[in-house]
């Protein structure tokens, strides 16, 4: 991100101090992915999202109420904080790049890993929170 914008800064639109609003998502995004941790802590399972397999219980209480991706969700936070602090549009294609990659080389693995796991719940869980956030309309 820093490289794209050193080196192709499209559309500086942000500038101090207004680009520190950044810091806020960052901030944010870092929190939530604590809080979200310290729920897998609390329910004795795995943090590993390489060991989905190891997975002892479906984590669906707290932030995962609202998304069943907070720790993803947390570092697409920070990633756009990066970016607004950054203040330029290229380094907002790494934004994208990124929600595009982790859907469809990790979540889309883990929803079917999650699925298998625990059948039912799972499969109720996901009509019930969206991936990224809010509730699944029925």
Do not use: C
């Amino acid at each position: 991100m820093w490289w794209l914008n050193r080196h192709f800064p499209l559309l500086r639109f942000l500038e101090p101090p207004w680009n520190r609003i950044g810091w806020l998502f960052i901030a944010t995004g870092v929190l939530v992915d604590a809080v979200s941790v310290v729920a897998f802590i609390r329910a004795k399972t795995t943090v590993n999202p390489l060991r989905v397999d190891r997975s002892s219980r479906l984590v669906v209480s707290g932030l995962y109420r609202v998304t069943r991706n907070p720790m993803y969700l947390g570092l697409l936070s920070v990633l756009v904080g990066w970016a607004l602090l950054l203040g330029s549009l290229s380094p907002w294609l790494m934004v994208v790049a990124f929600e595009r990659l982790i859907v469809i080389l990790q979540i889309r693995a883990e929803e079917a890993a999650l699925s298998s796991r625990f059948g039912d719940d799972y499969i109720r869980y996901t009509r019930q929170v969206n991936r990224w956030i809010g509730r699944a309309s029925r």
